[in-house]
């Protein structure tokens, strides 16, 4: 069935990534655009873009607050930027009713869902996981808890990316999005790319 707006009218071909961080966004997101040819655009392209620093650099200098605000303002530039396009969204932007709400309205929703346990493998030790350095697992179990909901709440997609390399589940999308009318005519315009083949 077609991936609606919450208008009613039919979604453009803009692909919105969420989930925790470690989910594979970024991996995923570019897997995509190589396959697709359409522009992958981070959450830290666009805070760059909106702000002028990264988002490390905006908490650790300005605090929590000015970073979720710059978050927000770098999903609104990303819902704005012309389809198609897929868009790496930052994974706490979910916290914020009024994101919820753009989320549900800017395009087609793909949640990379990743349990506990895979988020932590992934995320621990990372040098761009600011919210690690003193919580680590035990911030990530209690973040899991409380954004899956929310996640689940905006999704018009759910990809279980924990048990899957990100090849197989960039696949998964594409293949979902080919069954809806937003994305299909764009992903049949393209030219064939030979991406998102899980290695044999």
Known sequence: MPYESVEGEPSACRVLLI???GSGKSTIGRLLSEATGWRYMDNDEL????SGATARQIL?????AEMREAESGALALGIATPAPVVIGVAAGTILEPLNRERLRAGGIVVWLRADAAAVESRAIGADHRPWLDS???SWIRDAVTERDPLY???ADLVIETGARS???S???VLSQLASGDACRG??????????????A
């Open 19 to 21: 989930g925790m961080m």
């Open 60 to 64: 650790a200098d300005r605090g929590e």
């Open 152 to 154: 689940g709440s905006v």
């Open 135 to 137: 919580g680590g697992g």
């Open 170 to 172: 960039a696949a998964e």
């Open 186 to 199: 764009a992903l049949s315009s393209g030219d064939d790319r030979a991406v998102c083949q899980p290695d």
């Open 166 to 168: 990100a090849e197989e």
């Open 47 to 50: 805070v760059r873009r909106s």
